[in-house]
């Protein structure tokens, strides 16, 4: 654990016990009852997720949806609701009426999700909750204010336990609950036995490092040292380098400063679906970041879905997937020295993909990640505490 991470939850810890004494009784009978199937199978668990009030639209996972398909891919928390065949709803009567156990998402204020926990504790539903954005830079932002972290504190003691997205974020649940039990991390799921979602090219169709960072103002994503590398590589390897730039002309002026060599630096900076996305990514040898935000890790799952080495970030799929070249514990110049070794061995990215693949097949698929959700589920319908 960091120091900033330790000292945070020092802080919360500080803070709970003014809201331990406030937990809303469990009463989940509808709930329970139907978690009782998971018992007898992953196959038989069915997830809603509910984002109280957000942006998002409500959607239906009868099955996994192609790419293109639906309104929003089946990535992030609406990959826990498609790999259960479940829904994924903003309005929390909705969430009601779908009669299966619920994570609801902390967001915005969490007045909406302080809300909508109540509404669903009174309807007999069994509530587990999770930080919408988990990076540990999204965090501090979050709790910060005094309000919105008292907020925090109570809805995470109230609910029947935490479901996260990072092993970081675990143990902040994990400590506002004074607890071990009831919380659990789950990664965030990735179709990846679903070839309908493999955007993978031939090798010789493939060029190129892709930047996977594009923010310029959060020091943790370490955006500027990222292109540096590429820079760096570029004019090691002669291959072009692309970026995502949709903070328009401040960052493209930005970007000119680096001096990259003429007809070597290709700019993405209009938004694009999420499929093609892929496919733009899927054109290049290797994925390249040095975040050090500890998030769940999309820009990880992203190179998954193209069957393409990701390097030097430190998101929880990239501990699972790409251990071998993530950043977690390496100095930059050893992450630099990988990904030059990527960039020139064909074989040698195979090798890495392959691993990937089979990590995640066990780890992130839709299918283990539906078993993980069963498992950590079953325990409420069991009566554990």
Known sequence: MTTYLAGFLDFVTSSVLCHFHHRIRVNSRDSRAYLIMTLQGAED???????????????????????????????????????????????????????????????GDFRASERALADLKKHGRTVVVSLKETGLHQIAQQLRDRARLSRF??????????????????????????SLRRVAFIPTSYPVEDQRWNFCLPPDEQSGIFVGTREWDVPSRNHFAALLVARQLCDATGEPVTVVNLGGYKARRLLSELKFPEGKLHVIEKWKSYPDYLRDVARHKIVLQL?????????????????????????????????????????????????????KNTDLRGAIVSESEQRALEHLSFQAVRSQLAKFFAQFAQGER
């Open 153 to 178: 504190i109570k809805i995470v003691a109230q609910a029947d336990g935490c479901i996260a997205t990072t092993p970081e974020t675990a143990e902040i649940y994990q400590s506002v609950r004074w």
């Open 291 to 343: 975040d050090r935000s500890h998030v769940p890790g999309q820009v990880a799952g992203d190179a998954l879905l193209c069957r393409i080495p990701c390097v030097g970030g430190d998101g929880a799929i990239e501990r699972i997937a790409f251990s071998r070249t993530c950043g977690e514990g390496r100095a930059i110049t050893e992450i630099a020295s990988m990904a030059l070794d990527l960039l």
């Open 45 to 107: 668990f069915r997830l809603t997720v509910l984002s109280p009030g957000g942006r998002d639209p409500e959607q239906q996972f009868h099955s996994v949806p192609a790419p293109g398909e639906d309104a929003h891919p089946p990535i992030n928390f609406h990959a826990f609701a498609a790999c259960a065949q479940g829904a994924f709803h903003r309005d929390p009567r909705r969430a009601i009426a779908e009669d299966t156990p619920v994570l609801l998402l902390l967001r």
